[in-house]
């Protein structure tokens, strides 16, 4: 929510998050659909048509993109089951972690005196990162004091330079799973 209310990204529109509390790393999608089900009829009932579901990929083995695939079409006959259009729902993977977005934008939160250090790494899509913690320990470093989700988190997220950020492929350090999701939302 924090896209539109703050407008750090031009044309977002109005966002309603609801926080699954964690979907757990050995989920299946079959179990991911059954989890985020209720919430996504939730909202349809609220009247909110189109439903981004985003979840992190974390240590699973399948790449993003199919993690997605795998989990929308059981979302989809999750719903169908259930009575439930689906045809407005989206399903995009963080790849491994929502800290791996922090990371795309490392150089930038460094230049603009958000990070203590500068980043070391070009690209950290999809990485596991020291110690296999997807992040964390990276932020640690870059901070200069260890990485609170709630706090550090929030803070580098609303610093982020979102331009940069999603700029992926040769030569760029940005996130594919952060563009996909802003795309998502129509940015």
């Known amino acids: 929510p924090r896209l539109h209310k703050r407008s750090l990204v031009a044309g977002c529109p109005p966002l309603k998050a609801v926080n699954l509390g ?22 349809q009932i609220a009247g909110r048509h189109k439903v981004v579901v985003c979840i992190d990929r974390e240590q699973r083995a399948r790449c993003a993109p199919g993690f997605a695939t795998d989990v929308r079409a059981a979302l989809m006959d999750e719903l169908e089951g259930r009575g439930q259009r689906a045809e407005e729902v989206h399903v995009v993977i963080s790849d491994r ?45 870059l901070l200069a004091h260890p990485y609170s989700k709630t706090r550090d988190g929030v803070a580098l997220f609303e610093a982020l330079d979102f331009r940069a950020a999603r700029a992926h492929g040769p ?14 939302l129509g940015i």
């Open 22 to 43: 964690g979907v757990g790393s050995d989920r299946t999608p079959a179990g991911i659909a059954k989890l985020v089900a209720p919430k996504v009829i939730e909202h």
């Open 97 to 141: 972690t929502f800290e791996a977005w922090l990371l795309a934008g490392a150089e930038e939160l460094h230049a603009g005196g958000k990070l203590k250090r500068r980043p070391t790494f070009v690209c950290f899509e999809g990485a596991m990162g020291l110690r296999q913690r997807k992040g964390v320990v990276e932020l640690d470093r």
């Open 171 to 184: 030569g760029h350090r940005g996130s594919k799973s952060l563009d996909k999701f802003l795309r998502t």
